[in-house]
């Protein structure tokens, strides 16, 4: 039995989003997904280039260890895209979830870091086998929130792993064991955010082919607002002896890493049916064209920089492609490479684009030909060009409006560094903070510099109180000086209590001696041995303005005098009589203020 793959992968820019962030490759021996992020920060740099870097594993021989082959490809694409940033400090904050799976003879290594997905359908029983890196996933995991709170959470798209080219790369590697008939499903979060399982486990169920299924996958993310990048590789493992359909040899790009691959590695055009094309005039957000030829990539290859691909991929990604200075850059991330217009496509307003309605609506520039078709049928250019004309003024405006809003952060920003107090972490410790405390859209504005090792329970309601409203600190030092009289004033709370224990359990001590010593002399018997005299009480037990009560120190309440308590037994007593007297009534030991004398003793003999 020879185990093959048979895929197809899809990848769309959505309706909200003006440029696809999301690469994709599938292969014989390799699926890959990657969600790029940071926007104008070059997310579509950070995929790309860490697909483009794993890719080679689909042209070489892993040998046994696959997770091993894939940890490796993993640490080089993130110090790949390291050398990105150190040469365009611009694109710092980008960075890239990955999901890939590295397959030989009917075995996987499944690799995964962010929150792209992949599942598994096997004898029809739908798993995710990978597990979201994010923070709603690990609110979730810790029981704090449920699963149905995840989609309306504030911070549901906060990662906290990720490739990114400044941090060391800690995806989860796993190995897998495959069977014929497994169907496996990699994807971003364009789709699993948006479809729910039971859907992608229905239509992977239901549609057989691997291409019909991606593309109704994308489809169903559309039709559900499609809000962000959506790409999908679905994969069918299959015997090659026995199957009626042939394996896939062909690999292929997708989304941006597809920018710069030859046209017969990127993914075929989206379906153009008749409820597409309805589907997608009824949304208002621009719309990639369906093209009706592949256009030239300009994909760089092998020492001399030739065109072409072949197994054992050994070229290097083009990030010049991704240069916004460029006038063709922009364009070039729009959208995939598969919807993108071939080279010699008459724009807008050239003359041979209004020759044909039918022709324009097909092959025009997307949802902005169509909205211009349908106002403008008499084929008039001066449609456009006021538009064009108040393009400039309303860049303008936009960026001066960032430049302001910028700078009106980066001024909050600084001030808010700026600030310290003294407050109380979650687990209870007096610690000091920079910032205040305070939050925006869920976001804390301070961070912890130091936790002391001082409990806010051993202070007084009052000065746990203030602390509970922070206390404000010019400097770290202000701050720890404060922190150092609390300290100073839980450790004498904690003195006093210790002391007065300590008299009370002589004070009973040196009592009961007196009360045995008058047994003693009244039945004529051996006097007890001699107890020391605590003297009169060391000092009045703290109110509860003073200290916290004793019981946080570890003392409890029965160890102390009794509330009212000022002295104890006098520090002089009289010394016993040589000679036989009567025996002088003892008084019972009580808590009074007055001090209780020695009885005499009557010597025999």
């Known amino acids: 039995m020879t185990l093959a793959l048979r895929y197809a992968v899809r990848s769309d820019v959505g309706l909200l989003r003006e440029g696809n962030e999301d690469s994709a490759y599938a292969g014989p021996h390799l699926l890959a997904v990657a969600d790029g992020m940071g926007g104008h920060a070059a997310g579509e740099v950070a995929s790309a280039a860490t697909i483009t870097t794993i890719a080679p594993l689909d042209g070489e021989d892993p040998g046994p260890d696959l997770v091993g082959a894939l940890a490796d490809a993993v640490a080089t694409a993130n110090l790949r895209l390291q050398e990105l940033i150190i040469s365009d400090p611009a694109i710092e904050g980008m960075g890239t979830t990955l999901t890939a799976l590295l397959w030989s003879d009917g075995y996987a290594a499944l690799c995964h870091i962010g929150d792209s997905r ?3 359908l096997r004898d029809g029983q739908f798993i995710q086998i990978t597990h979201d890196h994010t923070l709603v996933q690990s609110l979730v995991d810790e029981g704090k929130i449920t699963e149905d709170d995840v989609a309306t959470h504030p911070h549901r798209s906060l990662l906290l792993r990720a490739l990114d080219g400044r941090t060391i790369a800690e995806p989860d590697l796993a190995p897998l064991e495959t069977y014929p008939g497994d169907r496996y499903m990699l994807c971003s979060d364009g789709l699993s955010g948006v479809v729910t399982e039971q859907t992608l486990h229905q239509t992977l169920a239901s549609v057989r082919e691997p291409d019909k299924a991606a593309l109704r996958l994308v489809e169903l993310a559309i039709k559900g607002g499609g809000p962000d990048n959506i790409t999908c590789i679905v994969a069918d493992v299959i015997d090659s002896h026995t199957s009626r359909v042939p394996p896939t040899w062909q690999p292929v790009f997708a989304g941006a890493a597809a920018n710069g691959a030859p046209a017969d590695l990127r993914p075929p055009a989206r379906q153009s049916s008749p409820a597409t094309r309805a589907m997608r005039l009824s949304r208002t957000a621009p719309q990639p064209v369906v093209p009706e030829e592949s256009p030239t990539g300009v994909w760089q290859t092998g020492p001399q920089g030739t065109a072409g691909y072949s197994d054992g991929y050994t070229g290097t990604f083009d990030t010049s492609a991704f240069d916004f200075d460029r006038p063709d850059s922009r364009d070039r991330v729009r959208d995939t490479a598969a919807f993108e217009r071939p080279d010699g496509f008459p724009e807008q307003n050239d003359d ?7 022709d324009r609506g097909r092959r025009g520039g997307g949802h902005r030909a169509g909205r211009r ?15 064009r004309r108040r393009w400039p003024i309303v860049t303008g405006a936009l960026a001066l409006l960032v430049v302001l809003l910028g700078g009106g952060l980066y001024g909050f920003w600084r001030y808010n560094q700026s600030q310290y ?7 209870g410790y007096v610690s000091i903070f920079r910032g205040t405390d305070q939050s925006l859209a869920g976001i804390s504005l301070s961070s912890l510099i130091s936790r002391s ?19 404000t600190a010019s400097s770290v030092n202000d701050a720890q000086q404060r922190i150092d009289q609390l300290q100073g004033g839980v450790s004498q709370c904690q003195q006093t209590y210790q002391t007065l224990a300590t008299w009370k359990t002589k004070n009973a001590a040196y009592q009961a001696y007196l009360a045995a ?51 104890g037994t006098s520090t002089s007593a009289p010394t016993p009589s040589a000679t036989p007297t009567k025996p002088a009534s003892t008084p019972t030991a009580t808590s009074s203020a007055k001090a209780t004398p020695t009885p005499s003793v009557r010597t025999t003999g």
């Not at 041979?352 to 039918?358: I, K, L, P, Q, T």
């Not at 078709?373 to 538009?387: E, M």
């Not at 107090?421 to 687990?427: C, E, F, L, M, Q």
């Not at 001082?454 to 109180?465: E, F, V, W, Y």
């Open 373 to 387: 078709r349908y106002d403008d049928g008499d084929g008039d250019d001066d449609y456009d060009r006021p538009t």
């Open 517 to 567: 010593k008058k047994l003693a002399t009244a039945h004529h018997a051996k006097a007890p041995a001699v107890v020391a005299n605590p003297g009169l009480m060391p000092t009045q037990l703290p109110g509860t303005d003073q200290c916290a009560p004793s019981t946080v120190f570890g003392i409890p309440a029965s160890a102390l005098p009794a509330a009212g308590t000022t002295t």
């Open 453 to 471: 090792t001082l409990k806010a329970g051993l202070l007084t309601s009052s000065d746990q109180a203030t602390l509970q409203q922070t206390i």
């Open 352 to 358: 041979r684009y209004g020759s044909d309605a039918d």
């Open 118 to 120: 992949a599942y598994l």
């Open 421 to 427: 107090y003294v407050g109380v972490t979650p687990d």
